[in-house]
């Protein structure tokens, strides 16, 4: 039966809905939720056990039930884990897991590439094949090493100078400390996010940004690993948006823990900033994800810039670099995203660009619009960086000489 409302909805409506209820029955996805993890085993799986190896029967049998134990435990643990029932304890074990097995399946299939080469070269099998499972090993063990360390350490410090066409010189010099996508989730970090905060304080930010995703989880789980970094403090203001991942929680709750702390949420809103008589409007949007959600209703940042002085220069707080779109048609000068990760595990970066145009650091967009893109503070997901670090920018702000 269908009601009135039903009947004369607008099509963001019925978008709306569309992302609330899911896609419909009948299994359309899964073949494809099927298929990914099948490749994602199957390959290594040919690479080191079946391609060519000729290993003993027995050593066969095991590693095939090891890479199907894999396979279902995966989809297990990430159900547990970052479904409804947010298993922390399965989200690690997933999450590692997921990891390795990108990385395996990053170098098994270069291994592929590799492997008729060795043919050409008259090697002949199984040494050929052992050849390459044995190297592919040693590189994914070398790398899930250094990823882990990678993503465990303190982060960089990053510093860039970016001059603003309309900064004024009692602006100038202002420094900008930008944290972004720290996660903290199942793994407890509070440890690290205490020495991040030592870094910080030592940078001693005139203002202090969060680009969002502080957190994965519930305020009441998280808190604790929060606070290290919610307690900085800076003379000009500290400032936060909510990036995608704050909505799978409930953004709302973590933009009132924030403001409790002191901070200052921006969703689809702005501060100002003054020094020396001259000023600065930062402006925060919502994420894309939070249409339909708890908090907004999405990014909107006409509103963001309600009644501000057109003639001031512009600090836009949005999590996703793709939103630079809509700050170039506002005349933006200056955005600061995060989301990226840089790609965080090697080449990821190649899938995070088919969405995201810039992955990482400043490049302008436009005439006047310049664009900064974190790698990010923490990590989501695989404790593992690699070839891509992570980051705690200083952004020095300068006014055109």
């Known amino acids: 039966m269908t009601t009135a409302d039903e009947t004369n909805t607008t099509p963001q409506q019925d978008a709306s809905r569309a992302r609330r209820t899911g896609p419909p029955a009948g299994g359309g996805l899964l073949v494809p939720m099927l298929l990914v993890p099948a490749l994602l085993f199957g390959i290594p799986w040919w690479t080191l056990v079946v391609g060519g190896q000729s290993w003993p029967v027995p050593v066969v049998v095991a590693l095939s039930l090891l890479a199907v134990v894999a396979f279902a435990g995966l989809q297990l643990l990430m159900t547990f884990g970052h479904g409804r029932r947010h298993l922390d304890a399965a989200a690690r074990i997933g999450d590692t897991t997921l990891g390795v097995a990108w990385v395996l399946f990053t170098w098994s299939v270069l291994g592929q590439v590799v492997e008729p080469a060795l043919a050409l070269a008259g090697v002949p099998d199984p040494l050929r094949s052992r050849i390459v499972a044995a190297a592919v090993l040693v590189v994914v063990l070398g790398l899930v090493v250094h990823g882990m360390v ?12 970016v001059v603003l066409d309309r900064l004024g010189p009692g602006l100038d010099g202002l420094r900008v400390v930008v944290l972004a996508d720290t996660h903290f989730g199942p793994l407890d970090r509070a440890r690290w996010s205490a020495k991040v905060a030592g870094v910080v304080a030592g940078l001693r930010p005139d203002l202090l940004l969060h680009a969002g995703d502080l957190a994965d989880g519930d305020v009441a789980d998280r808190e604790r690993q929060v606070r290290p970094v919610a307690d900085l403090q800076a003379p000009l203001g500290r400032y936060s948006i909510v990036g995608n991942h704050e909505h799978f929680s409930g953004a709302a709750q973590w933009v009132e823990h924030m403001r409790g702390l002191g901070w200052q949420p921006l969703v689809n809103a702005h501060g100002i900033v003054e020094r020396d008589g001259d000023r600065l409007v930062v402006a925060g949007i919502d994420d894309p994800t939070g249409i339909g959600r708890d908090l907004s209703g999405g990014p909107d940042l006409r509103a963001a810039l309600a009644g501000t002085d057109p003639a001031l220069p512009v600090l836009l707080l949005a999590h996703q670099p793709s939103q630079v ?16 990760h840089g790609g965080q595990v090697w080449p990821f970066h190649l899938l995070v660009r088919l969405d995201q145009k810039q992955v990482s650091g400043l490049r302008r967009h436009g005439d006047r619009t310049q664009l900064y893109v974190s790698r990010g503070t923490g990590f989501w997901g695989p404790p593992l960086r690699i070839f891509a670090p992570s980051e705690i920018t200083v952004l020095t702000l300068r006014a055109p000489h």
Do not use: F, K, N, W
């Not at 779109?325 to 995203?337: K, P």
């Open 150 to 161: 990678e993503a465990l350490r303190l982060p960089r410090v990053r510093s860039r100078d």
């Open 325 to 340: 779109r809509d700050a170039i048609a506002a005349g933006v000068d200056l955005q600061i995203s995060g989301h990226t």
